[in-house]
């Protein structure tokens, strides 16, 4: 049974860093490709950030270029996303997908506010 954990979220000021995490189980993690979304209040859910399984390769939506991270332990089964510089439009719910396979994780919030 697949299952997607996410956590990290919370209240941070304009410029400031956070970093989610996503415990994945129930698959061979290392062979999927990983992303995260996100759903802001009135907006559909939007692709943040991609990870292959097999060599790590990754992209990104133009609005994070240059100030998110996505990346991968394989040997914890965890995803991570890590947001530097945020900006207000950032403020929405952050989800981990199992990508292309339908899986979602629970969801986090994040405010980006002072």
């Known amino acids: 049974q697949v299952q997607l954990v996410e956590s990290g979220g919370g209240l941070v000021q304009p410029g400031g860093s956070l970093r989610l995490s996503c415990a994945a189980s129930g698959f061979t993690f290392s062979t999927y490709a990983m992303s995260w979304y996100r759903q802001a209040p009135g907006k559909q859910r939007e692709l943040v950030a991609l990870i292959t399984g097999s060599d790590g390769s990754t992209t990104y939506a133009d609005s994070v270029k240059g100030r998110f991270t996505i990346s991968r332990d394989n040997g914890k089964n965890t995803v991570y996303l890590q947001m530097n510089r945020l900006k207000p439009e950032d403020t929405a719910v952050y989800y981990c997908?199992?990508?292309?396979?339908?899986?979602w994780g629970q969801g986090t919030q994040v405010t980006v506010s002072s």
């Open positions: 997908n199992l990508y292309g396979q339908g899986y």
